[in-house]
């Protein structure tokens, strides 16, 4: 199985702020990364989703790839106390011809108005 | 609504019963899965369909369960002679074929507890 590292947390940052969640991951191989929202009780929501090194933008996320670090990160600008949730990484990997996907145990974010 | 869903949203067991629970995917996704979440963690990954094949099975999954997607429509996840251990939200997604693979969708989950 592989693995994908999270800190728990909780990260708690100002209304306004940038949040930085970071996620690392162990297959030196995984094709394509994943950023899901969790609202306590509820079930994941995709929020973005990067394949190429680099950065991707959409709105106030920033999702960041580096395969030769093997990390992943989302940035979210401009905190809302409605960020306030977990946020899943999601890796997936090749295994015997057939795609996987592995979760982190997510990162709590409060955002303190 | 096009969504994922799941049914029931919520069953309370006793330990040793069998329970049922049913996933209805994004209607155009030919791919499905099923996972099972516990308290502060990650989804678990159970097994997965494309169409009304299993393709994929997870060791997490014991004899005790069993999932299938007969028309390649909805899906049925069984677990028979339930166990506390088995306490948890399970958690349906679907994805298109024809987009990029693993961009699943969540339903809303169905919370099992057994007591």
């Given at each position: 199985q592989k693995e994908v590292e999270q800190n728990s947390g909780p990260l708690s940052v100002p209304e306004g702020a940038i949040a930085s969640l970071n996620c690392t991951y162990?297959?030196?191989?995984?094709q394509s990364f994943f950023w899901y929202r969790q609202y306590s009780g509820k079930s994941p929501e995709l929020i973005m989703f990067i394949y190429s090194n680099g950065d991707k933008e959409d709105g106030r996320f920033t999702a960041q790839l580096n395969k030769a670090s093997q990390y992943v990160s989302l940035l979210i600008r401009d905190?809302?106390?409605?960020?306030?949730a977990t946020y899943l990484c999601a890796v997936v990997w090749r295994s015997g011809g057939y795609q996987k996907v592995t979760f982190g145990i997510g990162t709590k974010l409060q955002v303190i108005p | 609504d096009t969504g994922v869903s799941q049914d029931p949203r919520h069953k309370i067991t006793k330990r040793g019963q069998n329970v049922t629970f049913r996933c209805d995917p994004i209607s155009e996704h030919n791919r499905l899965y099923w996972y099972r979440q516990t308290l502060g963690q990650g989804p678990e990954f159970l097994t997965y369909f494309q169409n009304e094949a299993q393709l994929e099975k997870s060791r997490l999954l014991s004899d005790r369960f069993s999932a299938e997607r007969p028309k390649g429509s909805f899906s049925t996840l069984e677990i028979q002679r339930t166990e506390q251990g088995d306490s948890a939200m399970y958690l349906c997604a679907s994805s298109s074929g024809t987009r990029i693979l693993y961009e699943q969708y969540f339903g809303p989950g169905t919370r099992l507890t057994v007591t």
């Open positions: 162990s297959d030196r191989g995984s905190s809302q106390p409605s960020d306030s | -």
